[in-house]
């Protein structure tokens, strides 16, 4: 059975940092793309960055350019987001999420399955 368990949020204060932890069970996690995705209230999900299966190629949201960062261990079946600098437009429901393929492509509609979401709060 696939399955996707996210870990490391919680509270922080804002110019802190976190990182999340995406374990994929029940299948072979090289050959899937794996996204982080995020929804604050009243807010569309929106793409926070993906990893490519192949290169290792990324995309990130101009919003957490430069202060996030994704990497993925496939010996270890888990995908890190680490979140440095947050702010607290940063608060949401973090989710990761996977498709089968190769590019890093950072549209939640087309990943099939998603974790559970995993809170994240930034504030004083």
């Known amino acids: 059975q696939v399955q996707l368990v996210e870990s490391g949020g919680g509270l922080v204060q804002p110019g802190g940092s976190l990182r999340l932890s995406c374990a994929a069970s029940?299948?072979?996690?090289?050959?899937?793309?794996i996204g982080w995705f995020r929804q604050a209230p009243g807010k569309e999900r929106e793409g926070v960055s993906c990893i490519s299966s192949s290169d290792g190629s990324s995309f990130y949201a101009d919003s957490v350019k430069g202060r996030f960062t994704i990497s993925r261990d496939n010996g270890n079946h888990t995908v890190f987001l680490s979140m440095n600098n947050l702010k607290p437009e940063d608060t949401a429901v973090y989710y990761c999420?996977?498709?089968?393929?190769?590019?890093?492509?950072?549209?939640?509609?087309?990943?099939?399955?998603w974790g559970q979401g995993i809170q994240v709060t930034v504030s004083s």
């Open positions: 999420a996977l498709r089968y393929g190769r590019e890093a492509l950072c549209v939640h509609d087309i990943y099939p399955r």
């Open positions: 029940g299948f072979t996690l090289d050959y899937y793309v």
